[in-house]
């Protein structure tokens, strides 16, 4: 058996982590919190019941849509919806809802899915303000000392 098992065999690639400079390292992609405007693209498959319909229209408002789009992936989101307004049924098959997991994962709607497919959703700048506030506060370690001189305490 060939060294490295499956396609997602390891951990997935941690966008923190300091890295060389490698000129076949892919990128990541930021998507938008606000998600992917407009309508939903025309349903590729055969007729679509009323939960097809609701489930396509809320995945395709997604941040990660805006990727499918550009990658064209239509027949994929689209077996998703089916295989999960399947999946949502009483007394559904195990392995139906491990078919609906593996789309999760490739379309990035799971975090690990997100990790593989190197996207990462953007954060409001107030999110990112406290970790800068943060920062700042602590310039040295010798300005949070204070000197203490027979029980008074001088700055």
């Not at 098992?5 to 938008?32: E, I």
């Not at 309508?39 to 408002?61: K, M, S, V």
């Amino acid at each position: 058996m060939p060294k490295g098992g499956h396609s997602a065999s390891g951990p997935p690639p941690d966008p923190n982590a300091l890295r060389r400079n490698r000129a076949g390292d892919p990128t990541w992609t930021s998507l938008p919190l606000a998600g992917r405007e407009g309508e939903p693209p025309e349903w590729p498959l055969t007729a679509q019941d009323e939960r097809e319909l609701e489930l396509w229209a809320d995945l395709w408002a997604k941040p990660q849509a805006i990727m499918w789009e550009k990658l064209g992936q239509l027949y994929e989101v689209a077996m998703c919806v089916r295989m999960l307004a399947r999946a949502e049924a009483p007394r559904s098959s195990v392995e139906l809802q491990k078919v609906v997991r593996q789309y999760f994962d490739s379309l990035g709607l799971t975090t690990q899915g997100m990790l593989r497919n190197r996207w990462r959703i953007e954060q409001p700048a107030a999110a990112k303000a406290p970790v800068a506030a943060a920062a700042r506060k602590r310039s040295s370690s010798r300005s949070r000392l204070s000197v203490v001189v027979d029980g008074d305490e001088e700055s």
